[in-house]
């Protein structure tokens, strides 16, 4: 039976956890808490503790899926928890001779750039603030091990409990005065590819060092704003400001592996979100 450790078991970690182990995969996740997951073997270890990682040895995973949250936007909080946590991570599979592959969650802010241009793996990515640098100083790790390897540079999630754009949408006084370009990724897309590639993984069939997950439209901040307002039947009465800044992002690199997804743009997103909060707060009534 293969085997998979994934360290950093939670929102979107945790998603990926139950889906593997309903596929007959051994299942081990690391996670602050000692809340248990049905299927999934829970660890509760502190990545930034080196001592209380050594469990971890004995594990021995054909896959190791990186996928922490940093504790607060700070670089102090970055470098603990991706690069000293995931140093300190590879450090307990340096003698397991099982490994084939190891993905790291980072984060499309490795990109710094602010043009119209469509950014892809191609384009070297030029952080512009402490947590791209983080991310990119961690994403260096992994040149050093000796098995497979791959980054997802994933952009901003969305998705249940991930209800930011939604709650801000119904308040067009608070909307940002600048109109930037934004990417976005499904948390259930996210998921999924990621099960994807351990599958691919797994079949030893080819993957590439590094993929940008995000949907297939870069929209600017005030047309997915605009949208979810007129969704909700609400009159916003906004002037859009043209765009300004922000970035455009490519999703081809994933798309060429044969994954389809779900919610191709934010419109297919958040049409099937906002029917499961207009349904949850009906219950309510």
Same mark, same amino acid.
């Given at each position: 039976? @293969? ?6 078991? =939670?929102?979107?970690? =945790? ?37 209380? %990682? ?9 896959? %190791? ?38 993905? &790291? ?21 030029? @952080? ?32 249940? =409990? ?30 999924? &590819? ?13 993957? @590439? ?15 997915? %704003? ?39 743009? &934010?419109?297919? =997103?958040?049409?099937?979100? %906002? ?11």
């Amino acid at each position: 039976m @293969a085997k998979v450790l994934i360290v950093g078991c =939670g929102d979107l970690g =945790g998603t990926v956890a139950k889906q593997l182990s309903a596929m007959d995969i051994q299942v081990t996740g690391v996670r602050r808490s000692d809340a248990a997951m049905n299927g999934v073997k829970i660890i509760q270890a502190d990545i930034t503790d080196s001592a209380s %990682l050594e469990v971890l040895k004995s594990i021995q995973p054909d896959i %190791l899926i990186y996928c922490v949250a940093a504790n607060g936007q700070t670089d102090e909080q970055y470098k603990a928890n991706y690069v000293d946590g995931l140093c300190n991570v590879l450090a307990t599979q340096s003698e397991n001779k099982n490994l084939k592959h190891v993905f &790291f969650v980072s984060s499309t802010r490795v990109y710094g750039q602010k043009n119209d241009a469509l950014l892809d793996e191609s384009i070297p990515a030029i @952080a512009s603030d402490f947590g791209g640098d983080r991310l990119l100083e961690a994403e260096a790790l992994l040149n050093k091990l000796s098995c497979n390897t791959t980054v997802l540079r994933l952009s901003g999630i969305y998705g249940a =409990g991930r209800l930011r754009m939604i709650n801000l949408a119904k308040s067009p006084q608070n909307w940002p005065a600048q109109n930037s370009w934004s990417n976005r990724i499904h948390k259930d897309d996210a998921a999924a &590819f990621m099960v994807f590639l351990v599958q691919q993984a797994l079949a030893s069939k080819p993957i @590439a060092t590094c993929y940008i997950v995000t949907d297939s439209k870069p929209s600017s901040q005030y047309e997915v %704003l605009s949208w979810i307002a007129n969704q909700m039947q609400m009159n916003s009465d906004v002037i859009t400001p043209a765009i300004e800044g922000g970035k455009r992002l490519s999703n081809h690199s994933m798309l060429s592996t044969g994954f389809q997804l779900q919610y191709p743009d &934010f419109m297919a =997103g958040y049409k099937a979100l %906002l029917a499961i909060t207009a349904s949850m707060d009906s219950d309510l009534v």
